[in-house]
């Protein structure tokens, strides 16, 4: 077991003619070494929350997170790698740049530096564009400039917040298919968040679906998929059994979600 | 309380003043309530106010100047795209002079005094208000110019019940520029060739090493300006509000 | 045609035109001698080396005074943006500030001081280091959030924060204030050594023109215009390339 995280909840306090703010709350959950975990939810239901928190973003206001047996409070961990739902990457950066950035920190020798990007370059599909600045590279390979950023510092646990959100249906499915093979290739932990049932379904090993605000998970389905998985099991009949099982779920959620917003 | 903010900062200034004074002494500076002493002093002196309306009066002049010559070089240049293209970065160049390099020119032209230092202020307050002006022209919602032509309204009717409103919080941005710096303009104009008003005695009292002097004529003169600026700011912040 | 062709025309239009007025005798010699015998005395002046240190002072005076307003500039700015409370308080003397006649301190600053270049450089310092910071501030509220949760990801203090995160990206606002720093050192130096100085530029043109010396005097106005117009011009069209790397295509 990586992460877990006890009686997880946060409040934001009441202020200035707002009212307390339940955001999330309260979670149990653990994941597994190497599990690749989904989280869908209605909007505003704290996905993202969830997120910050784990990964020590922001802190928990009651409950415990702990990553590889030590607490995690208010200071990111060394091991986590965080891809997220906007646009992260540097614009004053070339993409070898933005990717080595992390890496540069450690104080690693430039040719090492140079190997690794090198290498997280291929892997990702951006080696004509390594001279490139992010202003003139689409949304997609932007996102893929942020995961290979994260990717080159080999974390042991990687959190996305939605991070094909802005693409089509079609790139999000490649880029589902080079997220399993990262996965795969990395041998990480995963924790992807996502609106698209889809997406979780097919990448997921174990999918929790949130409820609405404030935040808790009302079930945890496995997927039983094998870890040599892409997305042609989009066409197979337990991937609709199981978004069909997901959506019973969520529609009730996502009604009352609206119907506050 | 919005009054609030402003009210401490004026303290802390005073505060900081009297720090400073209580570190150098008395040969480079003297307090702050010493320095308001002597301003109310000269104030009440009959032989300071002549000075004060030369001041005023060249002020007057060439804010007067500047803000009429302005809004007629800006105006048209906003309303004729092309024009406004052309003499974009020439007004940029000209902001960006020292205009003091230009004040022999204007003493040889109209020699030394009263002219001089009005045309100095002038020149200093032209190039912004010409230049607010001219966005603020430009930047009247085409949506409305169209409406108008839709409704054939007159070029007179256009420009006082559309054109006029729609660029005047723009404009008044402009003259509070064009006003600060007409100001310093005239003040600086008086400091360099004058025999009368506030810049000439400030110049006077240097040469004297009469810091007194230096410090209740600095004070009466910043006083004057930021309180002034921070009427036209209200002034400006009103006429913006609700705009994006 | 387009517009800097026009505006070319319009440039030179304005010179022979000038010229035109000043060689016919239409504006007197001791009023204005013809912008061609400006250029030509100052090429003789440049060629002599008559004022070359009195260049070299200006140029410096008008260096440190720029660079002294970006370093102060740029610490406080970034220190003032972690600090709401401190900035709100703060906020009528930005307002403020550009509205107050600087000179009107430069006598206070010679008592001070003494008559060195000291009060000069002063001067050109006080009237940049607020579009600096202003800027900086402006640049900094515009760093999106996001890049400061991955700064936190990668586990950055706040100095390394400020220096390898925030500060870059607003690099290009930091860049409008040093175009402004740029711009206000000239005018704060070369205005202070015009009132009161005993060498510079400035001083030169005071002199040339209590001596009547028109052919110096419109000379060094000359050069003084043609430097900052260059300098401005060099610093946009700089800025221009620095941007296009960020521009969206």
Known sequence: MIVSLRAVSRVYPARAGQPEVHALGPIDLELAQGEFFAVVGPSGCGKSTLLDVMAGLASPSCGEVHFEGKQVKGVVPPGIGVVFQEDASFPWLTVHDNIAFGLRQTGAAEGEVAAQVAYAVEFMGLKDFARAYPAQLSGGMRQRVCIARTLVLKPRLILLDEPFGALDQQTRLLMGDELLRLWRETGATILLITHALDEATMLADRVGVMSARPGRFLDIIPTGWPRERDSTIVASESFGRLTGRIWTLLRGESIRALGRA | MRWRDPLLLVVLIFLVWEVLYLLVGDVALRSPAATAKNLGALLGDERFMPHVGETALAFAQGFAIALVVGLLIGVPLGAARFAGEVAEPILVALYSIPKVTLYPVILLVFGIGMPAKVAFGAIHGIVPIAMFAMNAVRNVNPTHVRTARALRLSPWAFSTKILFPAALPEIVTGIRVGFSLALIGTLLGEMFGSQRGLGHLLMQAMSLHNIERILALTLLLVAFAAGVNALLLALDRHLHRGLP | ?249
């Open chain 3, 1 to 249: 045609m387009n517009a800097s062709v026009a505006r070319i025309v319009l440039v030179v239009g304005a010179v022979a035109a000038l010229e035109l007025l000043c060689r016919t005798g239409v504006i007197p010699n001791f009023t204005m001698i013809p912008p061609s015998a400006m250029a030509q005395s100052l090429w003789k002046i440049l060629a002599s080396g008559k004022f070359t240190p009195d260049i070299v002072t200006t140029l410096t005076n008008v260096g440190i005074a720029i660079a002294a307003a970006m370093i102060v500039g740029v610490a406080i700015g970034t220190l003032l943006q972690s600090s709401p409370t401190t900035r709100r308080v703060l906020d009528p003397l930005f307002a403020t500030y550009y509205a107050v006649p600087m000179y009107a301190f430069y006598p206070l600053l010679i008592v001070i001081f003494g008559l060195g270049d000291l009060p000069q450089v002063a001067i050109g310092f006080l009237l940049a280091v607020m579009a600096v910071i202003l800027n900086t501030l402006n640049g900094l509220d515009r760093v999106p959030p996001v890049l400061l949760k991955a700064a936190r990801v990668h586990r950055l203090g706040p100095l390394k924060t400020a220096l390898q995160v925030r500060l870059p990206c607003a690099a290009p606002y930091v860049f409008t204030g040093f175009k402004l720093a740029v711009a206000y050192s000239f005018i704060g130096v070369i205005g202070a050594e015009f009132i009161t100085s005993s060498r510079g530029i400035g001083y030169e043109i005071s002199f040339a023109y209590n001596n009547f010396d028109n052919g110096v005097m419109y000379a060094m106005i000359l050069f003084i215009l043609l430097l900052v117009i260059t300098v401005n011009m060099s610093l946009h069209a700089w800025e221009k390339r620095l941007l296009a790397r960020r521009r969206r295509i």
